[in-house]
């Protein structure tokens, strides 16, 4: 089994500053995780002028502003990106960032050598962006909040079309011919990794639905993970050990800056926590054979009893229920025998607590 993939969720935590950005990277490399993302957008091209904020914006953020001038504070511009992703290969960490459009997504392509896309929930019904992720052949990883299973089927049916064709705009007919070939499902599901998530900051853990995570792997049979937004990081750790093949967790240097993510993200020291727990929960996982590991059948004999006289027994006796205790350690004849030396002739003496020989 492979290692759950930790992704970083730096998201819009630097605040429209490069310099937090840069110390970002460098604490989600501390804290041991495999991936730190951004989020690459115009405001211009993401949202109307006129859009409210959602409400979680406006409980973080308050009311004073529109949520396209909120995002515009947090674009990043391409030098931004391109030190972004340098100072991430400086520091051995994974630059990735999750474009809402596809100007954004064809700038990160050619210019910040991604090894795969990230889309957020939002985006899971922008059929023009999916069709183009695919058609760069990148892996993808699809965050699923909001979504029903027909649009996540929806979704796969553009990705399908993508990834196997090149040119032309997919028709009903088409999406429905591409989702029912058997060739492009397999390169679906070599590419795509679906994450159960819940749109909402914090989400409510009555509304986290983790069983759902399993629903997603069974109905399009493809590597599914969790994308949390809870408050701490328990739910992240739950999710691992449910089998979540990608972990993506919001992170800030600091709660209580401002901006509409922050308090609902982990600070470094709890990212580092998640990190070892995470890794912790992987080891424990281990295999599906039942049978006794090296470090227990050193604790075989200690731990287990064996059969052994329950007091004095003399030559020719022929043994009796009195006759026989079981006692440690288990380097006798096993107690499951028992049944088998009642009725049977001693052949010699015996002391009491003495290992009973066949």
């Given at each position: 089994?492979?290692?759950?993939?930790?992704?970083?969720?730096?998201?819009?935590?630097?605040?429209?500053?490069?310099?937090?950005?840069?110390?970002?990277i460098?604490?989600?490399?501390?804290?041991?995780?495999?991936?730190?993302?951004?989020?690459?957008?115009?405001?211009?091209?993401?949202?109307?002028?006129?859009?409210?904020?959602?409400?979680y914006?406006?409980?973080?953020?308050?009311?004073?502003?529109?949520?396209f001038?909120?995002?515009?504070?947090?674009?990043?511009?391409?030098?931004?990106?391109?030190?972004?992703?340098?100072?991430?290969?400086?520091?051995?960490?994974?630059?990735?960032?999750?474009?809402?459009?596809?100007?954004?997504?064809?700038?990160?392509?050619?210019?910040?050598?991604?090894?795969?896309?990230?889309?957020?929930?939002?985006?899971?019904?922008?059929?023009?962006?999916?069709?183009?992720?695919?058609?760069?052949?990148?892996p993808?990883?699809?965050?699923?909040?909001?979504?029903?299973?027909?649009?996540?089927?929806?979704?796969?049916?553009?990705?399908?079309?993508g990834?196997?064709?090149?040119?032309?705009?997919?028709?009903?007919?088409?999406?429905?011919?591409?989702?029912?070939?058997?060739?492009?499902r397999?390169?679906?599901?070599?590419?795509?990794?679906?994450?159960?998530?819940?749109?909402?900051?914090?989400?409510?853990?009555?509304?986290?639905?983790?069983?759902?995570?399993?629903?997603?792997?069974?109905?399009?049979?493809?590597?599914?993970?969790?994308?949390?937004?809870?408050?701490?990081?328990?739910?992240?750790?739950?999710?691992?050990?449910?089998?979540?093949?990608?972990?993506?967790?919001?992170?800030?240097?600091?709660?209580?800056?401002?901006?509409?993510?922050?308090?609902?993200?982990?600070?470094?020291?709890?990212?580092?926590?998640?990190?070892r727990?995470?890794?912790?929960?992987?080891?424990?996982?281990?295999?599906?054979?039942?049978?006794?590991?090296?470090t227990?059948?050193?604790?075989?004999?200690?731990?287990?009893?064996s059969?052994?006289?329950?007091?004095?027994?003399?030559?020719?006796?022929?043994?009796?229920?009195?006759?026989?205790?079981v006692?440690?350690?288990?380097?006798?004849?096993?107690?499951?025998?028992?049944?088998?030396?009642?009725?049977?002739?001693v052949?010699?003496?015996?002391?009491?607590?003495?290992?009973?020989?066949?």
């Open positions: 089994m492979s290692p759950t993939l930790i992704i970083a969720e730096a998201g819009v935590n630097h605040n429209g500053s490069l310099d937090l950005a840069l110390s970002l460098e604490a989600a490399a501390q804290a041991g995780s495999d991936i730190v993302k951004f989020q690459s957008f115009t405001a211009a091209k993401l949202v109307r002028k006129d859009a409210a904020k959602a409400a914006q406006v409980a973080n953020t308050g009311n004073t502003e529109t949520q001038a909120m995002l515009r504070r947090l674009e990043l511009s391409d030098t931004a990106h391109r030190s972004i992703s340098e100072h991430c290969a400086a520091n051995g960490i994974e630059f990735l960032s999750s474009p809402f459009d596809i100007e954004s997504l064809r700038f990160l392509l050619d210019h910040c050598d991604l090894k795969r896309v990230k889309l957020g929930s939002g985006e899971i019904t922008n059929g023009p962006l999916l069709l183009e992720v695919a058609r760069s052949g990148k993808l990883i699809l965050s699923t909040g909001m979504a029903t299973l027909g649009d996540i089927e929806q979704a796969l049916a553009v990705l399908c079309f990834y196997v064709t090149t040119q032309g705009a997919p028709t009903h007919e088409l999406l429905l011919e591409a989702l029912g070939d058997a060739a492009a397999r390169v679906v599901a070599e590419k795509v990794t679906l994450l159960h998530c819940t749109t909402e900051y914090p989400a409510p853990l009555g509304e986290v639905n983790l069983r759902a995570m399993d629903t997603l792997r069974d109905a399009f049979g493809l590597s599914t993970g969790y994308s949390d937004h809870t408050d701490g990081f328990e739910i992240s750790v739950a999710a691992a050990a449910r089998g979540a093949s990608v972990i993506e967790k919001h992170f800030t240097l600091d709660k209580t800056l401002p901006g509409p993510d922050h308090i609902a993200s982990l600070e470094p020291s709890e990212l580092t926590a998640m990190v727990a995470i890794r912790n929960v992987e080891m424990a996982l281990g295999e599906r054979t039942k049978a006794p590991t090296p227990e059948r050193r604790n075989l004999s200690v731990a287990r009893k059969i052994v006289a329950a007091r004095d027994i003399a030559a020719g006796v022929t043994l009796s229920a009195d006759d026989l205790d006692k440690r350690p288990g380097n006798g004849l096993s107690p499951m025998l028992i049944w088998e030396l009642i009725g049977s002739r052949g010699r003496d015996y002391k009491t607590d003495e290992p009973i020989e066949r």
